[in-house]
Every structure is written in structure tokens, then in C-alpha cells.
């Protein structure tokens, strides 16, 4: 059995969720969630005749069309505040102290500039991501959904419906808030990597406490209240010591949808403890360890990961490219109006290479019109040319489509390579372990 079986597919691997992909339904591949935090990820279908909104509605105009064949949108990441009540040791945020606060405004500005897009192709999610969103009131997120209401109502072309996902550390929820997520039908992501030595061990409070209890406390909330979450663990080098603990922690408190992300090297964690000697024979234990427990029970707990690869072996579905490297398949804004697309990551960081990765603002600049800047147009050459050497060179190319820039430019400065750290984790090891167990449930010889 072997991902190289079959043709890769022209279809893009949508992200539907952060990029995990975050608070949103399983991705059918783990190719496209690689950050801190998660984002989700699922298929994107084929580009649909983009919708306009209507001038009697907006001061725009008819948007102008996709010559490049770029989005569809799939995920609109938008960052409510940068300001984070946790100070975990792997974050790759900067700028985690800075209390200012998305305005009604900026939010208004940046649902114009992508409905008014030519790559707005069917429905697609609102992911309120990085810092902690649920630091603002339950009253922004009611305001913020009656803005996101009137937009859509605005929306003068096919059906359309905008999905909200949160991703959060869970420590202020309560029945109160719940009551804010069932009104506003927002889908909930939880930070939790585990039981509480291996969370608390680096995601603390800025006074140096765990923060496990408080977020197990949001999670029995949530459960009280009937609301569906997906928990994503970040695996650090301790995590991998610790299969059985983890698996028998997430059956025995009754979390049913897990994911996990690597801890990367990137942004303002400039190295992780997954580079330590060694660390890839662990972690690929670990796996095999999840996967012979998650067999024993496979209805009772879905795992990302597992189900994704599952998913591309059973199939003839390849992936030729992700979210993370399809212009505007993800529109990133800040809590300030600037706007990026590929990866959420890249907006907040400042680089030696590239300078910032601020594409445009909301209020003064449409999506379509930052294709032709100079900006834009190296990014996009230096990361198509490191998904063909991605092609040329990997036999996982259609498990993963090319991989994420952000993790390519914070391992090797460039965009325009090939291998990463985090690509051998989540996308070679995870898939040699999937193989392996579903040849010898099958009875097949190993490849």
C-alpha cells in the first residue's frame, strides 16, 4: 500500500479551521494543519462563479474576475485581539501583551473585501484566531455576528453561508458563554495537550500557574451544554513519553475529537523540542502506540491524523496543492485591518528575507489588487517554486500538495525549498504508521 499509487488530483486540499484546523469538521488530510494552535482543513470543491455583492448595498464594484484561478476561500482567519491570557513557552505570536481590540469597522471592511472578491466559490469559515479571542466580551461576539448576518444578507449571489469557529484555551468558559456559541452558532476549537503534567508543563499564565484546571472546566461546560468541540494537543519531545496517558486522559474525560499539531520552529519559538536527538523514533512510537489503542475503539474517538491518511489510502484523492500555498484560499486579517493570504502564521512576523508579510489593509485596499504588487508576486514565485521541488523530489507530494511556507521559511530562510522537520513529522512518519497499521489489519505485506 503506498500514497504514490494514484494521481494527484487538480482539486486543491481546502482549510476550511486555521490553517485547524481548528474549530471545524475533521480534515480528510492532516496536510494542511501545521500551526501552534491549529486551523481546520477539509476538501475544498472545484472553484464555483464567484458572487458579487450588490452596488445598491456597497460603494464596490462587481468583482473583476480570477484569471489566475486563485481560492477558492475557504478560511477567513480573523484576529479579534492579539492579546493572549496564557504565555505558552511554544507560541510562535509576538506582540501577545497587546490589548487593542478589532473594531466593528475593521470587521465590517474586511467582510466586504472578501465578499466583493472573485474568490469567494460557496460557503466558507470565519476563524476567530490568534491571541486568546475569548479575552473580549460575550458582547463583541453577539455584536460581531449580527455584522457577519447583515453582510451575508448583503450577499447578492448564490446562497451563501459564513461558518464561525473559535479557537481558544477554554479558561473563561461558562454557561454564559456557551448560551453566546449555541446563539451565534460558533464552532469551538480547545487548546489542551493532555493530561495536566504535560499541559501544565508549558501552557501557564503570565504568573506561572497551569492552566489545565480552568480548561477543564471550560470543556465540562461545553459537555454540559451539549456543544460539540475538537480538542488540538500540541505534541512536544515530553508529550511523545507518554501515549497511553494521553489516549486513556482524552477517553476517560469523554473528548471524542482529537488532533494533533507538532511543536514547530517558528515565529518567537525559535526552536523546538522536537529537534532534540532521537525525537523522530519517539514520536513514531508514539504513534504506533495511539494507533493500536485507537483501534480498540475507533468509534469512540476520532484522531485527525488517522482518519485523514485513512481516508487518501482508501481513495483515489491526491492532493496537489493546500490551502497554505493557494492564494486566497485563506485571508488572514489582524486586529488592526492588515491582510495577508497563505498562511495565518506569516501575518504577525516580521522577517530578515521577506520584511513583514502585511499584504494590503481592509479599508483601503480590495484583494484582487495586491496580486500585481512586487510583494506579492515574489512571495507567490518563491513558494511555487519550492512546491515544484516539493514535486520533483518527495514520494509524499500528494499526501501534503507541497507543504507550508511558514515552516520552510523558519527552518531554511526561503520559501523556494523542499523538506521540513515539520513535514517528516506530520506528514512522512504520520503516514508510515498509518500504512503499516492498515496493512496489518488488512493482512497485506508490508510495502
Known amino acids: 500500500m503506498s500514497f504514490q499509487e494514484q494521481p494527484a488530483k487538480s482539486q486543491p486540499l481546502g482549510s476550511g479551521e486555521g490553517t485547524a484546523m481548528v474549530a471545524a469538521p475533521v480534515s480528510p488530510s492532516p496536510g494542511v494543519t501545521n500551526q501552534q494552535e491549529g486551523r481546520p482543513g477539509e476538501l475544498a470543491d472545484a472553484p464555483a462563479a464567484p458572487g458579487c455583492f450588490s452596488t445598491e448595498s456597497w460603494s464596490g464594484t462587481t468583482a473583476a474576475g480570477n484569471p489566475e484561478g486563485y481560492g477558492p476561500l475557504e478560511l477567513l482567519v480573523i484576529q479579534p485581539t492579539p492579546y493572549c491570557n496564557l504565555d505558552c513557552d511554544y507560541c510562535y505570536l509576538p506582540s501577545r501583551n497587546d490589548r487593542h481590540r478589532l473594531s466593528m469597522e475593521i470587521l465590517d471592511a474586511a467582510l466586504e473585501r472578501v465578499l466583493e472578491s472573485p474568490y469567494v466559490g460557496g460557503d466558507f469559515t470565519l476563524l476567530w484566531h490568534a491571541g486568546e479571542p475569548l479575552t473580549l466580551p460575550i458582547a463583541f461576539y453577539d455584536e460581531a455576528g449580527e455584522h457577519i448576518r447583515r453582510a451575508q444578507e448583503r450577499w447578492s449571489g448564490p446562497p451563501?453561508?459564513?461558518?464561525?469557529?473559535?479557537?481558544?484555551?477554554?479558561?473563561?468558559?461558562?454557561?454564559?458563554?456557551?448560551?453566546?456559541?449555541?446563539?451565534?452558532?460558533?464552532?469551538?476549537?480547545?487548546?489542551?495537550?493532555?493530561?495536566?503534567?504535560?499541559?501544565?508543563?508549558?501552557?501557564?499564565?503570565?504568573?506561572?500557574?497551569?492552566?489545565?484546571?480552568?480548561?477543564?472546566?471550560?470543556?465540562?461546560?461545553?459537555?454540559?451544554?451539549?456543544?460539540?468541540?475538537?480538542?488540538?494537543?500540541?505534541?512536544?519531545?515530553?508529550?511523545?513519553?507518554?501515549?497511553?496517558?494521553?489516549?486513556?486522559?482524552?477517553?476517560?474525560?469523554?473528548?471524542?475529537?482529537?488532533?494533533?499539531?507538532?511543536?514547530?520552529?517558528?515565529?518567537?519559538?525559535?526552536?523546538?523540542?522536537?529537534?532534540?536527538?532521537?525525537?523522530?523514533?519517539?514520536?513514531?512510537?508514539?504513534?504506533?502506540?495511539?494507533?493500536?489503542?485507537?483501534?480498540?475503539?475507533?468509534?469512540?474517538?476520532?484522531?485527525?491524523?488517522?482518519?485523514?491518511?485513512?481516508?487518501?489510502?482508501?481513495?483515489?484523492?491526491?492532493?496537489e496543492r493546500t490551502d497554505m500555498n493557494n492564494p486566497f484560499a485563506i485571508v488572514n486579517v489582524d486586529a488592526r485591518g492588515n491582510f495577508s493570504t497563505f498562511d495565518p502564521e506569516l501575518l504577525s512576523v516580521h522577517t530578515e528575507e521577506y520584511g513583514d508579510f502585511v499584504l494590503g489593509h481592509v479599508q483601503q485596499d480590495s484583494l484582487a489588487s495586491i496580486v500585481a504588487t512586487e510583494k506579492f508576486q515574489r512571495i507567490q514565485r518563491d513558494l511555487r517554486a519550492g512546491i515544484e521541488r516539493c514535486r520533483a523530489e518527495c514520494d509524499y507530494f500528494g499526501v501534503c500538495g507541497g507543504g507550508a511556507g511558514s515552516n520552510k521559511y523558519w527552518e531554511h530562510g526561503s520559501f523556494d525549498c523542499s523538506e521540513t522537520q515539520a513535514c517528516r513529522y506530520r506528514i512522512k512518519l504520520t503516514s508510515e504508521v498509518v500504512l503499516a497499521g492498515l496493512e496489518a489489519m488488512l493482512g497485506l505485506p508490508a510495502a
Open 160 to 319: 451563501l453561508e459564513i461558518r464561525q469557529s473559535v479557537q481558544t484555551n477554554a479558561m473563561v468558559i461558562d454557561d454564559a458563554w456557551c448560551e453566546c456559541f449555541t446563539r451565534n452558532r460558533i464552532h469551538v476549537g480547545v487548546s489542551l495537550d493532555g493530561p495536566a503534567f504535560l499541559h501544565d508543563r508549558h501552557r501557564r499564565t503570565r504568573t506561572g500557574l497551569g492552566s489545565h484546571a480552568a480548561t477543564m472546566r471550560g470543556i465540562a461546560a461545553l459537555q454540559r451544554h451539549g456543544i460539540h468541540f475538537q480538542v488540538i494537543s500540541v505534541l512536544t519531545e515530553e508529550a511523545l513519553h507518554h501515549p497511553e496517558a494521553m489516549f486513556h486522559f482524552f477517553a476517560d474525560h469523554g473528548i471524542r475529537d482529537v488532533a494533533f499539531n507538532m511543536e514547530e520552529t517558528e515565529g518567537e519559538n525559535l526552536q523546538s523540542t522536537l529537534s532534540r536527538p532521537n525525537t523522530e523514533s519517539l514520536y513514531t512510537q508514539f504513534l504506533q502506540r495511539f494507533w493500536e489503542l485507537w483501534q480498540e475503539r475507533p468509534q469512540q474517538m476520532r484522531v485527525r491524523e488517522f482518519e485523514g491518511l485513512c481516508y487518501l489510502a482508501s481513495s483515489e484523492s491526491r492532493i
